[in-house]
């Protein structure tokens, strides 16, 4: 779900400033304790308090670990404010990918009622079962 993020992130890197990219290159220095390239779940807890879910969703490979790519889309979230990472107001984990808003809810941006996609079909499944019933 992540990798559209990534590539988002990747984007805004490729096309900023050398200034910038050394921000973000710095940044990733600062998460990797012992240097090794790659930030671990250990490393990534020892800096942010949200731990292993925002860990888990950052790591699109599942590989264990997070790479340069990955924490991209963590600087340009939480440093630049250029990607927004929504919490879904059906399961409160936090959505790495494409979410569902109520259109009603729009005008009352940043308080909308947000969904992923699991919990939209889950929605819609529980509709469609009302329905049925009357």
Same mark, same amino acid.
């Given at each position: #779900?992540?990798? *559209?993020? &990534? &590539? +988002?992130? &990747?984007?805004?890197y490729e096309r900023s400033s050398e200034e910038q990219r050394d921000e973000? =290159?710095?940044f990733f220095t600062r998460l990797d304790l012992n240097g090794d390239d790659r930030i671990s779940l250990e490393e990534f807890k020892s800096c942010f308090a949200s731990g292993e879910e925002f860990f888990s969703k950052l790591d699109s490979r599942s590989? *264990?670990?997070?790479d340069f @790519?990955? +924490?991209? +889309?963590?600087f340009y979230h939480q440093k630049k404010a250029l990607i927004s990472i929504s919490r879904c107001d059906g399961c409160s984990q936090k959505i790495m990918g494409p979410y569902f808003s109520c259109v009603l809810c729009?005008?009352?941006?940043p308080s909308t009622y947000d969904l992923c996609c699991d919990c939209h079909l889950l929605e819609r499944n %529980?509709?469609? #079962?009302? =329905? @049925? %019933?009357?």
């Open positions: #779900m992540a990798d *559209g993020l &990534r &590539r +988002v992130a &990747r984007a805004y973000a =290159k710095d590989a *264990g670990f997070l @790519s990955d +924490v991209l +889309v963590l729009l005008d009352h941006f %529980r509709e469609d #079962m009302q =329905k @049925s %019933r009357n």
